[in-house]
């Protein structure tokens, strides 16, 4: 296969009539914290039996097209000893890796985050697509305040997540492109709703500065809400304000846009995602990449116990087969 046919393929299997992606890729430090509110230590053990869990959940592809996986679960095999993106493959679903190394301080803007992740990328994606992966993940960040996210950050983001991009389509991996301006805050929801548009104005921008294929990429974004402080909009409101920003700036090449749950409870995400299917025209398909909306019932369920496995599994489906019915705006709650 020619790498543009790799990516035609992968999209065609991502894209899909009511599925999404389960993100699973939480770094070691986040895993750890979601363990803890269950009452679990993360250890290499215990993260591989809960993955591995969650992944052999019976008829998890009729919902899923894909799953993010961090580097080490890529690399692990099943508690049945079978490697995970063989598994993954075997639901028909495609296996997916987180390639950016976290973030940090951006220099010289106070209160601002750069990610971190381009230096050695090309590399450590021929060992990952090798393994399996064949789109990859990369996550922006953007607080708001008054005056966050500053113009430098929101342009120095936009830079390397359309680096990223453009790398991941050289070698034949289709790229998330996850900008996520962050629910944290007392904002309102037109301030989250301007710091979208300018953000994801910008990343456009990037992405057409490095020729990356519109086609070949899915959009992971935030919903445009108000913050997590600030109480809470409808899902009409919310379908309404993200959908008047995206009609603005993102173009309509891109074949779905995949939203991030970023601390929406379960319940939330799934009806904003389904007002937002229900709201007349649009020329994407709009689905969901949830990690903690999908995965918070199953924790629970599991609470790091192996006899434990059947619940967390049906808990996990019952959220997957759920989003899937949102995805097409046919939940009823
Ligand atoms: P949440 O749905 O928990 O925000 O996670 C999605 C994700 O992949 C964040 O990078």
């Given at each position: 296969m020619t790498t543009q046919e790799e990516l035609n393929a992968t999209i065609a299997d991502l894209v899909q009539p009511r599925k999404g992606i389960l993100a699973a890729d939480e770094s070691s430090p986040t895993i750890a914290k979601r363990f803890k509110a269950v009452g679990v230590e993360s250890t290499e053990a215990t993260r591989r039996e809960y993955r591995s869990i969650i992944i052999s959940t019976p008829g998890l592809g009729e919902h899923i097209s894909g799953v993010i996986l961090f580097?080490?679960?890529?690399?692990?095999?099943?508690?049945?000893d079978i490697a995970i993106p063989k598994l993954l493959a075997s639901q028909g679903i495609v296996p997916g890796i987180k390639v950016d190394q976290g973030k940090g301080p951006l220099v010289n803007a106070?209160?601002?985050?750069?990610?971190?992740?381009?230096?050695?990328?090309?590399?450590?994606?021929?060992h990952y697509k090798a393994m399996g992966a064949r789109f990859a993940k990369w996550?922006?960040?953007?607080?708001?305040?008054?005056?966050l996210p500053s113009f430098q950050a929101i342009k120095s983001n936009a830079e390397v997540l359309a680096r990223y991009a453009a790398v991941c389509q050289s070698m034949g991996i289709v790229p998330i492109v996850e900008p996520e301006v962050l629910i944290d805050g007392?904002?309102?929801?037109?301030?989250?709703?301007?710091?979208?548009e300018d953000v994801l104005l910008e990343v456009f921008k990037a992405l057409h500065r490095h020729r990356v294929n519109l086609?070949?990429?899915?959009?992971k974004p935030?919903?445009?809400?108000?913050g997590k402080e600030s109480g809470k909009a409808s899902p009409e409101q919310v379908a309404e304000a993200t959908l008047s920003?995206?009609?603005?700036?993102?173009?309509?090449?891109?074949?779905?846009?995949?939203?991030?749950?970023g601390g929406q409870t379960p319940e939330e995400s799934t009806e904003n995602l389904n007002a937002l299917n229900s709201m007349g025209y649009h020329p994407w398909e709009l689905s969901f990449s949830y990690g903690r909306a999908l995965q918070e019932p199953a924790q629970k369920a599991w609470a790091g116990k192996l006899e434990n496995a059947g619940s967390a599994q049906a808990a996990m489906k019952k959220r997957a087969r759920l989003n899937s019915l949102a995805r097409s705006g046919d939940y009823l709650g």
């Open positions: 580097e080490e679960t890529l690399e692990q095999l099943s508690l049945e106070p209160g601002d985050e750069i990610t971190y992740g381009l230096d050695g990328l090309a590399a450590r994606l021929e996550r922006d960040v953007f607080h708001i305040s008054d005056t007392n904002h309102t929801i037109e301030r989250a709703a301007e710091v979208s086609e070949c990429m899915v959009l935030s919903m445009v809400t108000p920003v995206f009609r603005r700036v993102v173009p309509a090449a891109v074949p779905g846009i995949f939203f991030l749950s």
